[in-house]
Structures are given as structure tokens and as C-alpha cells.
């Protein structure tokens, strides 16, 4: 088994070196990661600079671009094969609810399920790396899990997983759920620089709204593994008949305002 890992904290994050060490004992492993830290850059590409590949003393390699960069560098020529799994994470913190959308660990594993590979995605709930060994033991013991059932390396498909910070033996079960949802986020932070110019500072996340049975919240609250299956059609499924209705009405005004000719 081939695993590709990345992640959004950069090449150095402890979440990273714990996934590979985990993984490693199982799989062929590349990791191909950001050379900074890149939170929240969700599925950005860079496409008006250049992006530089490095080689890291213990062998990782990394590039000064964004999460998808990676992946998308790595399965599109740098790697010289097709990994069975791309896997990206360990992150510094939870991915869960409308959190997903930003993300640039979740980010990261679309490029791979985009390019028809089956991806997982791995968060720590808490920040600060607590019990960080043991979330990597419950990747490595999922991943196998999914190499058993055989869906490695077949169909593709992108999960979203985070992890309590617990002890390993003392980690629920992976529970199946829906994304919850978060309120509205904390006011920006503004801030006068030295030369007297006015700073703007993204304010924190919001208060959790939706954390029902069911979602990733309440699972993860009860100690266990929050598994999302995610897709990345952002139609919008239950409302095509309406907007089928809105956009019939439309048609007469449009033929009654022609456009002039050139």
C-alpha cells in the first residue's frame, strides 16, 4: 500500500511526523507538505508564482504553496506514481462543521479524492498536540480497518475525521455523522500598526449552533471518533425545483429585452 500524507501546519508540525511514524509501519509513505503553516486555505491553488520543491533533513519534502499545491504537485508529476491513499493531518485542532469548508487539511485530501483517490482527512479536537501518539495509533488502526474491507486503493471516497484528545484506550469507537454547525464568527480585531495604519484580524470561530446527536460535535463531546463522509458537489439538491419555477418566470422578461445588436 501507497499512502501520500500532507497536512496544512507545515512540514515540522508534530501532527505530521506522528501520522508518518504511525503509518509508516504499514504503508510505503511519502509525505509532501506545505513549507509553512497554511490553516484555513482551504482548496487554494497557486497559479501566479512559482512553487519550489525542497527535501528536509529527515527526508520529508516540502513546497512554498498551499495544501492543494502539494497534493496537486505530487499527483500530477512529482511522485511518478498513484498513491492508494492520500491521507492529510494530524491537524492542530478540530475540522468539524462549517470548519470543513476553509480547511486546508480537508483541502488537501479533496485534491487527492478530486483526482479519484480515496482520502481521509485526520483533526485533533483540542489544539496543542494532547495525546497526539494516540490519535496517530487510531489513524493507522482505521486505515488498516479500511484496507481490510478492501476500499483502499478502489472507489474513491473523502472522510473527515477528528479525534478526541484522549488516551488511546480510553477513545470511543468511530461514530458516523453529519457535519453540525457553528453561529456566525466573533467580530473582526482591529488594530493600529506602528505607522499608525488600521489593522484587521479575522475574529475567532463561533459558538457552536447545531451540536445535536448525530453530528461531529456531540460525538466527539462523548469521547468518540466524529467519521463524515464528505462530497464535493455544492448543488443544491433540494432546491432545483424551486429555482426550476424561478427561472421559467425569468425567460419571458429576457425575451422581452433583447439584446441590442452590435
Same mark, same amino acid.
Given at each position: #500500500?501507497?499512502?501520500?500524507?500532507?497536512?496544512?501546519?507545515?512540514?515540522?508540525?508534530?501532527?505530521?511526523?506522528?501520522?508518518?511514524?504511525?503509518?509508516?509501519?504499514?504503508?510505503?509513505?511519502?509525505?509532501?507538505?506545505?513549507?509553512?503553516?497554511?490553516?484555513?486555505?482551504?482548496?487554494?491553488?497557486?497559479?501566479?508564482?512559482?512553487?519550489?520543491?525542497?527535501?528536509?533533513?529527515?527526508?520529508? +519534502?516540502?513546497?512554498?504553496?498551499?495544501?492543494?499545491?502539494?497534493?496537486?504537485?505530487?499527483?500530477? %508529476?512529482?511522485?511518478?506514481?498513484?498513491?492508494?491513499?492520500?491521507?492529510?493531518?494530524?491537524?492542530? @485542532?478540530?475540522?468539524?462543521?462549517?470548519?470543513? &469548508?476553509?480547511?486546508?487539511?480537508?483541502?488537501?485530501?479533496?485534491?487527492? $479524492?478530486?483526482?479519484?483517490?480515496?482520502?481521509?482527512?485526520?483533526?485533533?479536537? =483540542?489544539?496543542?498536540? %494532547?495525546?497526539?501518539?494516540?490519535?496517530?495509533?487510531?489513524?493507522?488502526?482505521?486505515?488498516?480497518? #479500511?484496507?481490510?474491507?478492501?476500499?483502499? @486503493?478502489?472507489?474513491?471516497?473523502?472522510?473527515?475525521?477528528?479525534?478526541?484528545?484522549?488516551?488511546?484506550?480510553?477513545?470511543?469507537?468511530?461514530?458516523?455523522?453529519?457535519?453540525?454547525?457553528?453561529?456566525?464568527?466573533?467580530?473582526?480585531?482591529?488594530?493600529?500598526?506602528?505607522?499608525?495604519?488600521?489593522?484587521?484580524? &479575522? %475574529?475567532?470561530? %463561533?459558538?457552536? #449552533?447545531?451540536?445535536?446527536?448525530?453530528? =461531529? $460535535?456531540?460525538?466527539? +463531546?462523548?469521547?468518540?471518533?466524529? #467519521?463524515?463522509?464528505?462530497?464535493?458537489?455544492?448543488?443544491?439538491?433540494?432546491?432545483?425545483?424551486?429555482?426550476?419555477?424561478?427561472?421559467?418566470?425569468?425567460?419571458?422578461?429576457?425575451?422581452?429585452?433583447?439584446?441590442?445588436?452590435?
Amino acid at each position: #500500500m501507497k499512502i501520500l500524507i500532507c497536512n496544512d501546519d507545515g512540514y515540522q508540525a508534530p501532527g505530521i511526523v506522528a501520522l508518518y511514524q504511525a503509518l509508516q509501519s504499514i504503508a510505503e509513505v511519502e509525505v509532501i507538505a506545505p513549507e509553512q503553516n497554511n490553516s484555513a486555505k482551504s482548496n487554494a491553488l497557486t497559479l501566479h508564482a512559482p512553487l519550489y520543491v525542497q527535501r528536509a533533513a529527515n527526508g520529508f +519534502r516540502y513546497l512554498n504553496g498551499t495544501p492543494a499545491d502539494c497534493v496537486h504537485v505530487a499527483l500530477t %508529476g512529482l511522485l511518478g506514481y498513484r498513491p492508494d491513499l492520500v491521507v492529510s493531518g494530524i491537524n492542530n @485542532g478540530a475540522n468539524m462543521g462549517d470548519d470543513t &469548508i476553509y480547511s486546508g487539511t480537508v483541502g488537501a485530501a479533496m485534491e487527492g $479524492f478530486l483526482f479519484g483517490i480515496p482520502a481521509i482527512a485526520f483533526s485533533q479536537v =483540542d489544539r496543542n498536540w %494532547g495525546h497526539l501518539d494516540a490519535a496517530a495509533a487510531q489513524a493507522r488502526d482505521l486505515v488498516l480497518n #479500511m484496507a481490510s474491507q478492501h476500499l483502499i @486503493g478502489a472507489t474513491p471516497w473523502l472522510l473527515n475525521v477528528n479525534i478526541p484528545n484522549l488516551p488511546y484506550e480510553q477513545i470511543g469507537h468511530p461514530k458516523l455523522c453529519r457535519l453540525g454547525r457553528r453561529h456566525a464568527a466573533e467580530p473582526v480585531i482591529t488594530q493600529i500598526s506602528p505607522r499608525g495604519d488600521t489593522m484587521y484580524w &479575522i %475574529g475567532a470561530a %463561533g459558538e457552536v #449552533m447545531d451540536d445535536a446527536e448525530g453530528t =461531529d $460535535f456531540h460525538a466527539t +463531546r462523548q469521547g468518540h471518533i466524529a #467519521m463524515t463522509p464528505l462530497k464535493v458537489d455544492l448543488t443544491d439538491h433540494e432546491r432545483l425545483g424551486y429555482w426550476a419555477q424561478t427561472a421559467a418566470r425569468l425567460r419571458p422578461a429576457l425575451a422581452a429585452d433583447p439584446v441590442p445588436p452590435a
